[in-house]
């Protein structure tokens, strides 16, 4: 069984950036789609952004401009670049694996916290 392992959070200031990592323990074989989700205190979890195995990419409204997200097929590594961070983006940040023959996959999380 494939598992993720998110690492890069941490705390950052207003207008701070971050670069948060979700690396497979094993190769997810196409067709896949790696997303990045978030989940603030006292809310539900959101899809923050996605990028599929044919390189197509989705950002939540909310990051549109600011966050990228790409990934690195031969180190099994799918990156959330996060800019011009804001305190409603603190959040616990999860990455998640969809594969046809995978099936569905989480990650532990990583925190998030901006904040002078």
């Known amino acids: 069984q494939v598992q993720l392992v998110e690492s890069g959070g941490g705390l950052v200031q207003p207008g701070g950036s971050l670069r948060l990592s979700c690396a497979a323990s094993?190769?997810?074989?196409?067709?896949?789609?790696m997303g990045w989700y978030r989940q603030a205190p006292g809310k539900q979890r959101e899809l923050v952004a996605a990028?599929?195995?044919?390189?197509?990419?989705h950002y939540a409204d909310s990051v549109k401009g600011r966050f990228t997200i790409s990934g690195d097929t031969a180190k099994n590594t799918v990156y959330l670049q996060m800019n011009s961070l804001e305190p409603e983006d603190t959040a616990v940040y999860y990455c998640?694996?969809?594969?046809?023959?995978?099936?569905?996959?989480w990650g532990q999380g990583t925190q998030v916290t901006v904040s002078s």
């Open positions: 998640k694996a969809d594969g046809a023959r995978l099936g569905s996959v």
């Open positions: 990028i599929t195995s044919a390189s197509n990419t």
């Open positions: 094993g190769s997810i074989f196409s067709p896949y789609r």
